[in-house]
């Protein structure tokens, strides 16, 4: 059903408003503060000081988020003046809000109909699983990598007919930038469009000089040209044993069914009955789209292939599943709800608007059973800093999950804890860096600037039993430092404090 301008504009304004307001009110609900979540402000204040070079001295993971989420991340903590937990959800919540309104954006050009609303709404009323184990309201996961993903995609879709080559390169830049920042995006957008270019240009629609400008990209992608120039870390596939892919076909079904869940109470048949009505509905989604116009094909053909890459990758090259897994699947529930929601605008289906009425209901109760994020360690980390300042202890080593780096945010440099590496035989190792550190950190320069009085924390408390790791953990750092002028403990950590700087042994 057609809609007039004036019509389509008051729908637009009032799903901007909406996806706005439920963007925020999620994003604030069910944001972590944890120890990853202290990764872009702590590069920001080192880039303040040191400049570009700072990337230099920054160890990152294979996702990176360099050309990504750090480009919006800074543009916030200018504009706000703070690199607080306050701008960075707000940074958040940009890509948040903008994802579903491009998808909508998208379904909206491929059949005018007012049914486009139900995409952004679906989206951005996902479960709360989705914004907790999905890790949607996390400033570091796979939904921030989405939006660039999604924005390669709508180009891409804006040019079928236009065939602008310049916006071909544009879309390919984007591409590569993204998958630099995060390999996920090359499995889930990169390779699926790329796919699309072929089927396009195999009729004719897209043209071939489109296409190959696109494989080349992918292309020097793959071979990881940019990651070996700035020396960031490569992340390769590689396959699991047969038996792991059991396995992760296992979690594959329960990941997606409890995201995508109908029936409101948690349990695994809810999850298996859930995923099999929405499969039914996608695969008819996409015979239903196929036939109507090149554009629905477009979008049917691209989604159905972005999910089967997802999980496929998962299924054949994950081995360490576990709840958050679902953070690999966003692109899936996103997608499941682009499709179906444009199968929609071409003909009214009773059943299939029930079926989304029923996924908003048990959205919604997902959130009175959900009330906060799957980790909230501010408070400890403010007790931890105050710890700190009683005792005089302004500088040391640590563990990165004993919340190093979230006194080093919090404290606004007047402590500094540097996250260590641990040996095998529990001694720290003082050559080598750990991930989302900067290097400099572990030089004689800095260490030479630091105060006196240092101090290590090991997470370990001493028990009775001689034998135990916690004792073995204690002794070790003995053996390699010396022993302590003084000994405190603090929650579950020990903390060796030296009236000297430091030196590793």
Known sequence: ??????????????????????????????FPFEPDVANSPIVWRAFLS????????????????????????FIFFTLLSSDGRFALTLSTVFFVFLTPLIIAAINNNANRSNTFILAPLLIVCLPAYCYISG??????????TQFFGV????????NL???SIVRVVLYSFISILSAVSDPWFAATFFLPLLLVHFYFSWNKTISKKATVIFLIAFIFTMIHAVPRWLHIPVQRFTLDPVEQWLINAEWTVHILGRGLNLFFVD????????????????LHAVVICWQQSEKARFIALFAFLSIAAIITSFIIGYDMPYEGSARFFVNAYCFVMMVVVLRLSFKRDMFIGCVLVLFLSSSGYSYYQHTSPFADNEKQTQAYIDFLDKNDLKFGYGDFWKLSNNVN????????????????????MSDSSRGQTLRSWLSDAFIAQSPERQFVSIPAIATADKNSEA????????????????VQTYADMTFYIYHHRITFQ
């Open 50 to 73: 040191e400049g570009f070079s700072v990337f230099r001295d920054w160890l990152p993971t294979p996702d990176n988020w360099y050309f990504t989420v750090y480009p919006i991340n």
């Open 135 to 144: 890790f949607i309201a996390h400033p570091f996961s796979h939904y921030s």
């Open 471 to 486: 004792n073995q953990r204690l002794a070790a750092i003995r053996q390699q430092l010396g022993d302590p002028d003084e």
């Open 151 to 158: 924005l390669v995609l709508a180009i891409s879709f804006f």
């Open 161 to 163: 007919h236009k065939q």
């Open 1 to 30: 059903m057609l809609s007039s301008p004036q019509s389509q504009k008051l729908t637009w304004i009032g799903i901007i408003l909406f996806t706005l307001a439920a963007s925020c009110f999620l994003t604030f609900r069910y």
């Open 409 to 428: 945010w919090m404290a606004e440099g007047h402590i500094h804890i540097t996250p260590v590496l641990w040996k095998d035989n529990y001694q720290i």
């Open 267 to 282: 349990n695994s048949i809810t999850y298996v009955a859930s995923l099999i009505i929405w499969v039914a509905l996608f």
